[in-house]
């Protein structure tokens, strides 16, 4: 990297000499060049290897302060000649840790493929050469090449541009496009007067240029001021899981002391309580929840990528299965988006060419972002010898028109487009179909709103056009007033055949579907009885705008289309409907949609969307259409509720495991298990969990939002933590009393029936109706069954001995299957009657 970037004061340096001094050229780096800036530039934002990433997950599994305390305690031990469990508990210790490490290594790298699909790439100039390179790949000296619409990825000088306007509002607050140009300013000038200057993180609106880099990452002004800016918030998901481990940690805690100390007070041996407490910590600990959580976001990441969606932020995946409002634009969601211009006409209703040409001058001269209706507009192909474009006012969305100002021969004149009502607002006059340019009276006026009326009541999206002769070298916003309206463009953009269907089936995932656009509420409307909406609730921008936020928290949530709405209104609706307990998803793909992606739960774009909209959102969608995002939200409930179902397991039969091992090793004189005997059932009642993100889920699940809910996490701990206690001690009093088992062969029945009970308890939480009425995904049964074969085969295995396993009798094992066939019962009754309380409660 050139070191000395850091430091120049690049606004107000001749551009030749920025460039050398960066050791560039005007035809950009050379390959080389380009390397080793790269290399130099990834040692110092300290981006790590992939082999210490993954060295770095490697080591994290074994950074559990629980186990590291079993490690200390077992070492201890042998060091002071108890070493005969040492290396059996190391061993189990070891392939816990290695299990959760190739669940998540795969995980990771099957994330990184995906990612890599939808990496952010700008043009730069290499060897003369024009190339595509990803943001991290942008260094000092290169050459950028912009076009509307891109993201700037680093502090740049503007080396030449052709109406080059700017959004530079996350920088500086202004709403408006900055107009930007080449030349020299000096470096004492605010940043907002740098008009020779680029800045990461802004965008641009219109225009084109080439611009050289000067700085790179952390040494931008945008890295310099928002350092915090990417730090992803944490999902209601994640949230209620940091949660959950606290709850959790803190009744582990609790458990693990008191049976600890009632040990000593019994006067058990030290280590061996030592070790029976942190191994049930350890027991009781969820401690592959990291492991099945990235799975499950992984293995939903590559779910969706075959129903076209791909996943840009893993996270996000659980709260797509909580979205219960779709919040969409009309245009190519539940429209075709390819928008067809129908007729340029003027308030008669008859077409012209001065008003086809006009309009065609306007749409093929402006220098913004490519866009359907101007696409459109430049398809009538019209002959435009002779004019000369002078300058534009681009289009934002304050103004909502653009103005572009044009020359032929003697006549200078500017012609200006947009939104009907912002057109009328800047005109005085009209000319007739005559050519008389008449002032607008108060007859006039109402004629004009009567014919854009009925337009858009038949489905049309109506724009004004309009102009005004102009002998200014260069014209601005100040001089769009007293202008000559000339006419209607008339566009249609036909409905989707996919579009009713689709929103029924958001409709029977009880998603509701409101329609956000910034077309009149006429047109709006009409669209809104297309989709089978007879009587739509519709509320406008202008409405919005008079009502308080209490009284906007309650009619958002019954208004089903928001007309004649600006960008800053859209993020207002999203946050209104958030702030009424809804989990709300955003569709957008433009500029104007920024705001509102990156405030919406889960922000969605598309794979043709501008740069800007595709970096805010969560999602990218390869295709826009509302089918695909209710294949996405299914998969994300499918992530979700397979999810819960090891917190389900975990805290219901493995808690009420480990709390009755706890409870019964305070009046037995032996310990009830040994701690390697308790890391074993873990171990091997783990494997089908590994596998439960591809576990199937029951349709009645899927059609329904899932959400958080701790209390029905403690709940259901509760009520299946003592029905599994209930069984467990049951088990004690039959093989210590009844049997008058101890030792050994005490500990294998007890292992036998609690690591079997774990195993079946899988089969019966992971549905809400009877386990026999739903079937399990292929891995989990066979992970399942290798589990059960290796828990009856270890107790007379060659290892049954170390591993202190003897049976007695078979009676023992007679009464273990009667037993198991009395828990799977009454554990598939409690589950329904659980379940069905816990719905009828709520």
Known sequence: MVNQSGNIPFSELPVEQLIAQLQSSASGLSDQQAAERINSQLNDFKTQSRFKRELKLLLRQFMNPLVLLLVIAVLLSALLGESSDTYIILFILLATGLLGFWQELNAGRAFEQLARMIEMKHTVLRNKLVTEVPTREVVPGDILILDAGDIIPADCRIIECNELHVNESALTGESYPVEKAAGVVESAHPLKNKYNCLWQGTNVISGTAS???????????????????????????????????????????????????????????????????????????????????????????????????????????????????????????????????????????????????????????????????????????????????????????????????????????????????????????????????????????????????????QGYRVLGLSFKESNEAKITREDEQDMVFLGYILLEDPLKESTIESIKRLEQLHIQVKMITGDNRYAAAHAAHSIGLDNPSIMTGDDMDKMDPAALLVKVKTTDVFAEIEPRQKERIIKSLQQSNLTVAFIGDGINDVAAINAADIGISTNNAVDVAKQAADFVFLEKDLSVLADGVQEGRKSFANSMKYLFITTGATFGNMFSVAGASLFLPFLPMLPKQILLTNLITDLPFLTIASDQVDMDQLNSPGQWNLKLIRNFMIVFGLHSSIFDFITFYVLFVHFGLTGSSFQTGWFLESSITELLILFIIRTRKSFLKSRPGKLVLLTSFIALLLIILLPVSPFAAALGFSIAHFQQVVFIIVLLLAYIITADWVKILFFRHMAFNN
């Open 211 to 457: 611009a050289i880099v000067v700085h790179c990452g952390s040494q931008t002004v945008f890295g310099q001021l928002a350092h915090s800016v990417d730090q992803t918030p944490e999902t209601s998901f994640e949230k209620g899981i940091k949660r959950f481990g606290y709850f959790l940690l803190r009744i582990t805690v609790i458990l693990v002391l008191i049976i600890l100390m009632a040990n000593l007070y019994f006067q058990k041996p030290l280590f061996d309580s030592i070790l029976f407490s942190l191994a049930l910590a350890i027991g009781m600990a969820p401690e592959l929840l990291p492991a099945i959580m990235t799975f499950a976001m992984s293995a939903g990441a590559r779910r969706m990528m075959g129903k076209k969606v791909i996943v840009k932020k893993l996270s996000s995946i659980f709260n797509f299965g909580e979205v219960n409002v779709l919040c969409t634009d009309k245009t190519g969601t539940i429209t075709e988006g390819s928008v067809v211009l129908k007729d340029i006409v003027a308030i008669d209703g008859k077409s012209g060419e001065q008003l086809r040409l006009f309009a065609f001058l306007n749409a093929s001269f402006q220098n913004g972002f490519t866009n359907p209706i101007d696409q459109a507009i430049t398809a009538l192909q019209l002959p435009v010898d002779g004019f000369e474009k002078i300058n534009e006012i681009p289009y934002d969305f304050i103004r909502k028109r653009l103005s572009v100002a044009v020359k032929k021969d003697n006549q200078q004149f500017f012609i200006t487009k947009g939104a009907f009502k912002n057109i009328t607002e800047i005109c005085s006059h009209i000319q007739l179909r005559n050519g008389e340019i008449q002032l607008i009276d108060e007859h006039l006026r109402q004629e004009m709103e009567a014919y854009f009326i009925s337009s858009s009541q």
